[in-house]
């Protein structure tokens, strides 16, 4: 069901979003300041690709340090890559069909926020992060 729903998803909206992801980190990737941020964005992105089997998870090791950090990134590109995930779940919303993907979607707007001191992991992997 997960690959179903994975290529469902690729097709109507994980490929755009995946898309905006790439654009947001190439653009960070410019100074080397930037870099931490672009590696966020590629990994989120990858994430958004293919999100069904995938969950995300705080990491117990990440500090304040994170939240300085995500205070940044929200200014610089996760109010809108959180926008697109808003405008595509109300979209993939308006067909029964594509409900499921529209809040598949909003559950995405968290880490899109704020990604920095969170782990993506397997579904099927015990939540030990941090360990």
């Known amino acids: 069901?997960?690959?179903i729903l994975n290529v469902i998803w690729l097709v109507l909206c994980g490929f755009w979003m995946f898309l905006g992801y790439l654009a947001a980190g190439l653009l960070l990737c410019i100074t080397i300041i930037g870099i931490p941020f672009g590696?966020?964005?590629f990994r989120i992105g990858v994430y958004a690709?293919?999100?069904f089997g995938q969950t995300v998870v705080d990491r117990r090791d990440a500090g304040a340090g994170s939240f300085v950090v995500n205070v940044l990134w929200l200014i610089?590109?996760?109010w809108w890559l959180a926008l697109g995930h808003v405008v595509t779940g109300i979209a993939l919303c308006v067909?029964?069909?594509g409900i499921p993907l529209g809040i598949a979607n909003f559950k995405?707007?968290?880490v899109s926020l704020f990604p920095l001191g969170k782990e993506i992991v397997p579904t099927d992997r015990?939540?030990?992060s941090g360990w």
Request: charged share 5%; glycine share 4%; hydrophobic share 65%.
């Open 76 to 78: 610089l590109a996760g």
């Open 108 to 110: 995405l707007i968290p």
């Open 39 to 41: 590696v966020a964005a």
């Open 95 to 97: 067909s029964i069909i």
């Open 126 to 128: 015990p939540l030990v």
């Open 49 to 51: 690709l293919w999100p």
């Open 1 to 3: 069901m997960k690959t």
